[in-house]
């Protein structure tokens, strides 16, 4: 019998070997260890799995699954699911999970002869893989709702999704070497900055001027904020009359 650890997570930006020790440390209360540590970043709401594939691939009859919880295996869809624990019964694998405390029998000499053993197999498992995807299910619902209500209030809307900010540090340096006559290709090669880019600030500059706030504001670049002339005025009358 040999363990083969899954590790997933559903995007890069997660830590897909969190619970690597946590299982390492189960098959060590249990005396084992683990032969090999499978490891993707991939939604567990997908069928096709390229690490998931080769770890079924590996296995032979009696080896085992460990996983730290369900979902990591499964966020399928009933017959996905189906297909999936298919493979897995047709190679002959046991399934382990770290949050699922009677699941661990499986590692457990004393219960090698366990006849509840198959009963955790077929009726447990199959429980707990529609638990998985309900929870799914349920946090896209939440999150599809989430959305919904955001784009019913725009003034909420606009302020969740504030799309790409312009960079008015450049902008502000692509117009002091516009005010010094450099060509838009000059400013290109000085700026390393495209044509559209200096024409969206030349256009920004000109709504600043327009909206009756001259001269250009200052960048703070340790605040990363734009500061007027009259907002300097402001602060500096309010310091002068304390």
Request: no cysteine.
């Amino acid at each position: 019998m040999r363990i083969f650890a899954y590790l997933r997570a559903s995007t890069n930006k997660q830590d897909a070997l969190r619970a690597k020790q946590s299982l390492k440390d189960l098959a060590k209360q249990y005396g084992k260890q683990i032969s090999h540590f499978y490891v993707e970043n991939v939604s567990g709401a997908k069928l096709e799995r390229p690490q998931l594939n080769q770890l079924i691939a590996d296995s032979e009859i009696g080896d085992i699954l460990l996983i730290e919880s369900m979902d990591r295996l499964t966020r399928l869809n009933g017959d996905d699911w189906r297909i999936l624990n298919g493979r897995l019964q047709a190679n002959g694998i046991h399934k382990v999970v770290l949050d699922l405390p009677i699941s661990h029998r499986r590692l457990d000499d004393n219960y090698k002869d366990d006849p509840t053993l198959d009963l955790i197999d077929t009726v447990l498992f199959e429980v707990w893989a529609s638990m998985a995807r309900a929870d799914y299910e349920k946090r896209r619902e939440r999150q599809s709702q989430g959305i919904a209500k955001i784009k019913a209030d725009p003034k909420l809307h606009a302020q969740k999704y504030k799309g790409k900010q312009p960079n008015f540090q450049t902008y502000l340096n692509i117009l002091e070497w516009r005010k010094v006559g450099k060509s838009y290709s000059e400013i290109e090669k000085l700026v390393n900055v495209t044509r559209a880019t200096i024409s969206k600030a030349i256009k920004w500059g000109n709504d600043v001027t327009a909206s009756g706030k001259k001269p250009l504001p200052i960048y703070d670049n340790k605040n990363k904020t734009l500061v007027f002339a009259s907002d300097t005025t402001k602060r500096t009358k309010k310091t002068n009359d304390m």
